[in-house]
């Protein structure tokens, strides 16, 4: 029987698409060394070669055709990348991990709406994708530090998750499923959303939220999780020596007013009782104690 897992399984059939890019090219063959089912790779005009052993077909509705993939994963440049991942919605696959980073705002403000109209999951943009460890990777993470367990992680930012992560896994706590969100400030699945499926998977057990400053998403997620996860959950908040107002890395990483600074946030979680770490590599002492 096949361990549960959210959103990604070792049954999920992966197309890449901008697979004969650099990015795509190298990440592909990580996911395979990984044990992803990388099926398909999509290249307008590159139909009939092969990438590292994977079919490639111009488009995305022929490779679902003849290769059945389920879910895209997204190495176009910034400029295409919206056609793309529209293309991948219509083509009918459930899940597109996006990993380009400088989508437009006005981009992400269409495709966004339009999967959430067609019942299709997005992860990213700007992420570094997700990993259900012993199962699959659709991302660019390093795998080495994963190992697979009970506790689902979902980050904002991704060296941050590999962090905590490699610290959990040093601790010996391993994951049920990784999701880097992203950064930026809109976002396919965001942070109420992943602990919703997480508190609904069997494998996930305990939740780390790992966040930072800038928008409201936190102090939703401490809301949601007051309201509806019966699961222990630990937090981590980055960002708190950021002055007001100044960009730091993430583009939703901005504070505006009273909300989205480390303090709202760390006290929110505080409210919902969810104990929050001081450092990165706290979390995983906090998991010890939940």
Do not use: W
């Amino acid at each position: 029987m096949s361990r549960t897992a959210v959103l990604l399984t070792r049954k999920t059939r992966l197309l890449v698409q901008g697979i004969t890019g650099h990015q795509g090219t190298f990440h592909t063959r990580a996911m395979l060394d990984y044990g992803t089912k990388v099926v398909a790779g999509v290249r307008a005009g590159k139909g009939g070669t092969k990438v590292e052993g994977v079919s490639v077909y111009d488009t995305v509705r022929e490779a679902v055709a003849t290769k059945r993939a389920n879910a895209s994963i997204v190495f176009v440049p910034a400029p295409f990348a919206n056609d793309a991942i529209l293309e991948a919605i219509e083509g009918g696959v459930g899940l597109v991990v996006v990993i380009t980073e400088r989508i437009p705002f006005h981009d992400a403000l269409e495709f966004v709406p339009y999967a959430r109209s067609k019942g299709c999951t997005i992860i990213g943009p700007n992420c570094p994708g997700i990993i259900s460890p012993g199962q699959s990777k659709a991302g660019i993470m390093p795998s080495h530090i994963f190992s697979a367990g009970d506790v689902g992680v979902v980050s904002r930012s991704g060296t941050l998750t590999y962090e905590i992560v490699n610290e959990m896994t040093r601790a010996g706590f391993g994951q049920s499923t990784c999701i880097g969100i992203g950064g930026d400030p809109i976002i396919g699945t965001n942070t109420v959303e992943a602990l919703a499926l997480f508190q609904k998977d069997r494998a996930t057990k305990r939740i780390v939220v790992v966040g930072e400053i800038g928008g409201t998403a936190e102090e939703e997620a401490a809301e949601f999780i007051k309201k509806h996860v019966t699961k222990p959950v630990v937090a981590y908040v980055a960002g708190r020596t950021a002055p007001a107002g100044k960009r730091m890395g993430h583009a939703g990483a901005i504070i505006q007013g009273t909300r989205g600074t480390a303090e709202s946030k760390v006290k929110a979680f505080a409210d919902a009782g969810v104990p929050v770490a001081e450092y990165p590599r706290d979390a995983a002492a906090l998991l010890g104690s939940t």
